[in-house]
């Protein structure tokens, strides 16, 4: 006889509850709440095939409310993937398992995307309905046809990006997008009324959702809902009544069971309330089996993608557009074409100049910006915009929502098939930060195309001017950001950023700037992160580190210094983090390892000084802006901040002569 799918759920329940008290440490509420909805989607509903996780044509299933990790990982387990193993989840929260706290994409196959940060696992889904219906446009039904489906928690449904993600799905209609709200009325602190007193479902209705409700505690109830979900042309939210801790008979509904051990007792106690006497991690066989043949359900159907796809004529294309790297032949025709007439043009303009070339070679880009497309140069000639009418178009209008925009992205990107790019103002990374940590925590090839990147964009002043923001997304580990001097340069950054498995943000300048790379080399000198552009003439007292406009600054202050027989490198900086993996030797020689009194080391970049003692030393000098910035014309601006020619040549000559005074 087949087991209930109350039996089904109770493993679950089971799992999460023996795993979280092995590790004395985790949230049982939220897996033992929701199991019963998570049954009724995995063994009804979820297009997956264990066998191969990566399946392109598999539905995709966010779960949003991380903490549950425990829910996935015994769904994982008991559908039968490699991974995770009994032994992997009885290590749950240890170092070597792929169990991590939460939800690591890079941990298990069969985990989409790192969830853990509420409202993002949500943001993330909605990048993943809107990949996918982009290329079901392109592909057709026959190698597109998916669904995103996402657990969320109340959390998710309160964070701020979730208004971002909910008005981005809306409009864009993506009715294959799912979400099925734990609506256990329970958050860490309490009960939800201390904190919200809105009607959840009137605001997504309000939004263009499709809501509908159901006992979350039942899953064929929860079934019906799906049906009539599935049946809806909008998005849809399930709002899924439950109880946080189910099963847990003292505990169960209150917030204890949020993030905590229930105890050897109220363990025990569970498993006489739900019927379960087996040991810890283990699952009886009817149950095991019972899960494992739901685990199958999906091989069939992906026997026959195969042969859709042998069959299309398009196997080979559409395998590389998701795997292969991106088509580099752009490059070199587009740098040609840039030393033959070298532009003076902002590296915001140069960036869409490489976009032109970047967009017809690799079909695989979507565009887009935060409602600042003109200024951003994001959107090309060609390029249409992706609508509800027209999901081939590869534009994005993400609307004023920096934080959804980048956590849309990692969706797309993490999705697979397309790379998304998109752009707002530099200093508005901070609204969407959060994501761009995820970007980088999972490796997705995101780009962040960020204009306006200094003081240098004038007179909107100190609100508008980035001044702790480079410096402050060097922090994150994993994420490459380049901020290139002239239009070679931001050719070569766009080249790496394309060709790396590591999101890239283009910090690129409004203003301007001169042609500082002329002469054609082999190489691209972006790709060491820093390279000499000028060597000293006179004996080298002064190396210039420089990034950006202020390459430009660096170049005539050296030129000045010159005059009065001080030798001075000027080396371009354009990737800080490219240029700390570099050989020993290549460092050395841009930056030899000697006393700041031999060759004093100078950065110049009009922004935080802060940080920049990693390569100019404590003794050396730090030529930035360390206050927030001022409202006039950028000229202006970089007068009354010293970062001049002759200010930066004047105080390093000044700097020189005290010290050999001492
Ligand atoms: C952005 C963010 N803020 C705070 C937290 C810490 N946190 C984890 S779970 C949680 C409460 C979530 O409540 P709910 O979504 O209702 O989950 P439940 O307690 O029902 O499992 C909080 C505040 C977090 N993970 N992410
Ligand atoms: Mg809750």
Known sequence: MQPTQRRLANAIRALAMDAVQAANSGHPGMPMGMADAATALFTRYLKFDPKDPRWPDRDRFVLSAGHGSMLLYALLYLTGYERPTIEDIRNFRQIGSPCAGHPENFELPGVEVTTGPLGQGFAMAVGMAIAERHLNAIYGDDLVDHRTYVIAGDGDLMEGVNHEAVGLAGNLKLGRLIVLWDDNRITIDGSTELSRNEDVMARYAASAWHTVECDGLDSGKVSKAIDEALADP?????????????????????????????????????????????????????????????GNRGGAEHSEWNRRLEQSGKSDEFMARLCAAPDDSWLKPHLDSLLATPPKVATRKASEMALEAINAAIPSTIGGSADLTGSNNTKTKALQALTAENYAGRYIYYGIREFGMAAAMNGMALHGGVIPYGGTFLVFTDYARPAIRLSALQRARVVYVMTHDSIGLGEDGPTHQPIEHLQSLRAIPGLEVYRPADAVETAECWALALASDKPGILALSRQNLPAVRTQAVGENLCGRGAY????????????????????????????????????????SMPCTERFDTQPANYREDILPDVSNRDVLRVSVEAGTTFGWERYTGL????????????????????????????????????????????
């Not at 406009?549 to 027989?565: C, P, T």
């Open 234 to 294: 909008r998005p849809s939210l399930i709002r899924c009544k439950t109880i946080i801790g189910y099963g847990a008979p003292n505990k169960q509904g209150t917030e204890a069971t949020h993030g905590a051990a229930l105890g050897a007792d109220e363990v025990a106690a569970a498993r006489k309330e739900l019927g379960w006497d087996s040991p810890p991690f283990e699952i009886p066989a009817d149950v095991l089996s019972a899960w494992r043949e739901f």
């Open 532 to 571: 000499r552009l000028k060597s000293a003439e006179s004996p080298r007292k002064v190396i210039f580190l420089a990034t950006g406009s202020e390459v430009e600054v660096a170049l005539g202050a050296a030129a000045k210094l010159e005059e009065q027989g001080i030798g001075a490198d000027v080396v």
């Open 619 to 662: 003794h050396g000098l730090r030529i930035g802006i360390d206050r927030f910035g001022v409202s006039s014309p950028a000229s202006d601006a970089y007068e009354f901040f010293k970062i001049t020619p002759d200010a930066v040549a004047g105080r390093v000559a000044d700097y020189l002569k005290q010290r050999d005074m001492r």
